[in-house]
C-alpha cells in the first residue's frame, strides 16, 4: 500500500494514540450485546509467491481464493475498486470459500474518487446489489474517500449514507487531513456516523499518523495494519494493538476486521499468523492460524 509509505521508518513514532473520546461512549452502549468476532487476513488471495508456502504446490491461479479461505477467515477485496463484479463472478467466488469467511469489497473509484460521491445513484445501486450477492459471506465494505473529499463535504457524505439501503454494512476511511484539525468538528462527525449506522476504518501506516484517529462510530472496528517486511516494530505494534483491541472488546466491541498489508505482501502470511496467534493468548480467541510451509534456501541441500 502506497498511501503514507515512507522510506525511512526509524524516526517514526509507533505508539498508539489514546482512544477518541466517543469510543467508549460508544462502545458501553453496546457491551454485552454480541459475542466477539475477529476476522484477519492479508489484503490479496493472488500471490504467485505464496505457492508452496501457504498455497499447495501445485496450485492453480483459479484455485488461490479457495486455498486462500482455508488459510484466512476475510479479504479486503480490492478488486472491486477498479470493476463491480457481475453475478456470476460473485456466485463463483462465494461457492469457493466457507461459510465464516467474509468478504469486505472496497467501494469502486468510479464512485468514491472520480464522482465523489455525486450523481452515483445507478452505479451505487448496481455495487449495492453485486455484494448483497455474497449474502451471508459478505462482511463490511470499505468506502475510501478521495484524499480531496474534505470537511465541507460532509452534507454529501451524509446523503450518500442517507441513500443506502438500511442496514447496508459500510465503514468509511477518511483520508484528507482537515477531517482530523477540529477535534469538535471531528467529533461529531462520528456521532453523525452513528446515528447514520455507519462504521470508521482506522489505518496505521507509517507516514499518516493522524488518520489513526482511535474513533469508532459503530460496534465494529475495521483496521488497515501496514507492516514493513517483519521489522521489530511490527511485532511491538502488534502486541499494542491486541492489548487495545482486548479493551475495546471488553467495553463492548462485537466485530473486528483487521488487514495486515506487508510491504509487497510475500511476507503478510507470517505477520498475520503472528497477529492471530497474539489475538488467541491475550483475547482468548480460537482463531485458526495459517499454516506455512518452510521455504528451501537457495543453495541448499536440504
Known sequence: ?????????????????????????????????????????????????????????????????????????????????????????????????????????????AITHEAQLLGVTQLTRLFVESVLGFEENLGTTFLQLSPAFNPARLPTLVRFLKGLPQGFPVAIEFRHAAWFLDEYRWHRVLETLHELGAGTVLTDVAGRRDVLHMGLSSPVATLRFVGHELHPTDFTRTTAWVQRLRKWFEQGLQTAYIFIHCGENLLAPELTKYWIEQLNQQIGLSLEAPAIRQQPVQGSLF
Open 1 to 109: 500500500m502506497d498511501f503514507g509509505k515512507v522510506e525511512d521508518i526509524n524516526p517514526v513514532d509507533f505508539t498508539l494514540p489514546p482512544d477518541h473520546p466517543h469510543t467508549p461512549v460508544l462502545l458501553g452502549s453496546t457491551a454485552g450485546t454480541s459475542a466477539r468476532q475477529v476476522y484477519i487476513g492479508p489484503p490479496i488471495w493472488a500471490n504467485k509467491e505464496w505457492v508452496g508456502k501457504i498455497y499447495p504446490a501445485t496450485t492453480k491461479d483459479k484455485d488461490f481464493l479457495y486455498h486462500y479461505a482455508r488459510q484466512f477467515n476475510t479479504i479486503e477485496l480490492n478488486s472491486t475498486y477498479y470493476q463491480i463484479p457481475g453475478p456470476d463472478t460473485v456466485k463463483k467466488w462465494k461457492e469457493m470459500v466457507p461459510s465464516g469467511f467474509r468478504f469486505c469489497p472496497k467501494w469502486p473509484q
